[in-house]
């Protein structure tokens, strides 16, 4: 499986009723176990946001159409009146949102060719970083069935970090010759350091801001699903306290947790065992959003076409909090979810084609505080990295065509 996404791709029986919402008390029985169990100062907040967001996207029959509009409207009976009017006024919403977000999209000029791009990242000095593969390809050449990858292919002899100005597309400076084999995820914490994933060297990299390595994970080259190996690990989310999260990834279905300096801590997570995907179940967990003040790492699963959110354990100074990998909530058929980054407690993510045919490749966007959901920029094939800026600017890198797309977002008041 590679990043291209995949036609036809059989995943067994869909159960129609699981695409339709549960019920409210159903759905909300293990945030309120949660809860129960563990309380702490932002428990407030934290549940504030699951049932908004439960609602927004699952306890309702027009939840699904309230998040993408007119892409998939299901069927209501005639004679329920009361549903028929809740759909009409979630509709009216939607396009008044929508008439209300200003929304630019353009084509980044980047100044130097481009390969396809597997990262996006921004500086604290807002300069944008594209991790990409150059003239490298993934394709079914790439690895073999075990997931070694190709040796006769070698490292890419050109740079693989462009650092880029976000407003005119001139590359600045360029880095990481002879290094990777297949670029993937890259994240700048708040430090300026970056943390990559390769998925060919199945390696997780801290560099610093000139880019040398000053932290490595995994056996380079070497495939595995023990404590001490990752196998094609997909991104990374980093915590204020140093603490990180990896996305493993392609050929592992987990997300581990480990501590500043690389100490494995915890991990969670399961392959499919059926489908419908039971909950804490990952079919390629492709991208992670870590919102730590309301302790949410949030998982783009890829091929399960949602949005998974748990516990991120994270806890500051002596308070109490829920333990890592807890399951809290999600968005489900929402289409392949490629990235996902978090910006002010607004989610944003962009998506691929479902598998039916439904919904269309696109970006959507969620307000945590209130639950408002708007999808935009329709159309945007192959998109695969996402980067949010301080001043609400969205930059989407695709894998073919091999460029940046630059949305300007702004809501009025």
Same mark, same amino acid.
């Given at each position: 499986?590679?990043?291209?996404?995949?036609?036809?791709?059989?995943?067994?029986?869909?159960?129609?009723?699981?695409?339709?919402?549960?019920?409210?008390?159903?759905?909300?029985?293990?945030?309120?176990?949660?809860?129960?169990?563990?309380?702490?100062?932002?428990?407030?907040?934290?549940?504030?946001?699951?049932?908004?967001?439960?609602?927004?996207?699952?306890?309702?029959?027009?939840?699904?159409?309230?998040?993408?509009?007119?892409?998939?409207?299901?069927?209501?009976?005639?004679?329920?009146?009361?549903?028929?009017?809740?759909?009409?006024?979630?509709?009216?919403?939607?396009?008044?949102?929508?008439?209300?977000?200003?929304?630019?999209?353009?084509?980044?000029?980047?100044?130097?060719?481009?390969?396809?791009?597997?990262?996006?990242?921004?500086?604290?000095?807002?300069?944008?970083?594209?991790?990409?593969?150059?003239?490298?390809?993934?394709?079914?050449?790439?690895?073999?069935?075990?997931?070694?990858?190709?040796?006769?292919?070698?490292?890419?002899?050109?740079?693989?970090?462009?650092?880029?100005?976000?407003?005119?597309?001139?590359?600045?400076?360029?880095?990481?010759?002879?290094?990777?084999?297949?670029?993937?995820?890259?994240?700048?914490?708040?430090?300026?350091?970056?943390?990559?994933?390769?998925?060919?060297?199945?390696?997780?990299?801290?560099?610093?801001?000139?880019?040398?390595?000053?932290?490595?994970?995994?056996?380079?080259?070497?495939?595995?699903?023990?404590?001490?190996?990752?196998?094609?690990?997909?991104?990374?989310?980093?915590?204020?306290?140093?603490?990180?999260?990896?996305?493993?990834?392609?050929?592992?279905?987990?997300?581990?947790?480990?501590?500043?300096?690389?100490?494995?801590?915890?991990?969670?997570?399961?392959?499919?065992?059926?489908?419908?995907?039971?909950?804490?179940?990952?079919?390629?967990? %492709?991208? =992670? @959003?870590?919102? #730590? $003040?309301? +302790?949410?790492?949030?998982?783009?699963?890829?091929? *399960?076409?949602? /949005?998974?959110?748990?516990?991120?354990?994270?806890?500051?100074?002596?308070?109490?909090?829920?333990?890592?990998?807890?399951?809290?909530?999600?968005?489900?058929?929402?289409?392949?979810?490629?990235?996902?980054?978090?910006?002010?407690?607004?989610?944003?993510?962009?998506?691929?084609?479902?598998?039916?045919?439904?919904?269309?490749?696109?970006?959507?966007?969620?307000?945590?505080?209130?639950?408002?959901?708007?999808?935009?920029?329709?159309?945007?094939?192959?998109? %695969?990295? =996402? @980067?949010?800026? #301080? $001043?609400? +600017?969205?930059?989407?890198?695709?894998?073919?065509? *091999?460029?940046? /797309?630059?949305?300007?977002?702004?809501?009025?008041?």
């Amino acid at each position: 499986m590679n990043d291209t996404p995949q036609r036809g791709f059989n995943l067994g029986h869909v159960d129609k009723e699981r695409k339709k919402a549960c019920s409210l008390r159903v759905c909300l029985r293990p945030v309120f176990s949660v809860v129960e169990k563990h309380h702490s100062e932002n428990m407030v907040r934290f549940l504030q946001f699951v049932l908004i967001s439960t609602l927004i996207f699952v306890s309702s029959k027009a939840s699904i159409y309230s998040f993408y509009g007119d892409a998939i409207a299901p069927s209501v009976d005639d004679d329920d009146s009361d549903d028929n009017q809740k759909e009409q006024e979630a509709e009216v919403a939607i396009e008044e949102e929508r008439a209300n977000l200003n929304s630019e999209v353009q084509i980044l000029p980047v100044s130097k060719p481009l390969g396809q791009v597997g990262g996006l990242a921004l500086t604290p000095a807002n300069k944008l970083v594209a991790f990409h593969r150059a003239d490298r390809v993934w394709d079914e050449f790439s690895f073999d069935k075990n997931f070694k990858f190709n040796s006769t292919l070698g490292a890419i002899k050109n740079s693989t970090f462009y650092v880029i100005d976000p407003k005119t597309g001139a590359v600045e400076s360029e880095h990481g010759s002879e290094t990777y084999l297949m670029p993937h995820g890259l994240t700048a914490d708040k430090k300026g350091n970056f943390w990559v994933t390769d998925v060919g060297r199945h390696q997780v990299m801290k560099l610093d801001s000139n880019f040398k390595p000053i932290l490595e994970l995994g056996e380079k080259g070497v495939p595995g699903s023990d404590e001490k190996h990752f196998c094609q690990p997909s991104d990374v989310a980093v915590a204020s306290n140093g603490d990180f999260f990896v996305a493993d990834g392609y050929c592992n279905s987990r997300i581990m947790k480990f501590d500043k300096d690389g100490k494995l801590l915890t991990s969670f997570g399961s392959p499919n065992s059926e489908y419908p995907a039971e909950n804490g179940e990952f079919f390629v967990p %492709h991208s =992670l @959003a870590l919102i #730590e $003040d309301v +302790n949410l790492i949030c998982v783009a699963d890829r091929e *399960n076409e949602r /949005v998974q959110c748990f516990s991120a354990g994270i806890s500051e100074g002596h308070r109490p909090t829920v333990p890592t990998g807890v399951f809290i909530t999600k968005a489900e058929n929402i289409g392949r979810v490629y990235a996902i980054r978090e910006k002010r407690h607004y989610l944003i993510g962009v998506t691929g084609s479902d598998l039916e045919g439904q919904i269309e490749p696109q970006l959507f966007s969620m307000d945590m505080d209130t639950g408002k959901a708007n999808t935009f920029a329709k159309g945007i094939e192959n998109a %695969h990295a =996402l @980067a949010v800026s #301080e $001043d609400g +600017n969205v930059f989407i890198g695709q894998i073919g065509p *091999n460029q940046i /797309v630059k949305l300007a977002l702004s809501t009025s008041a």
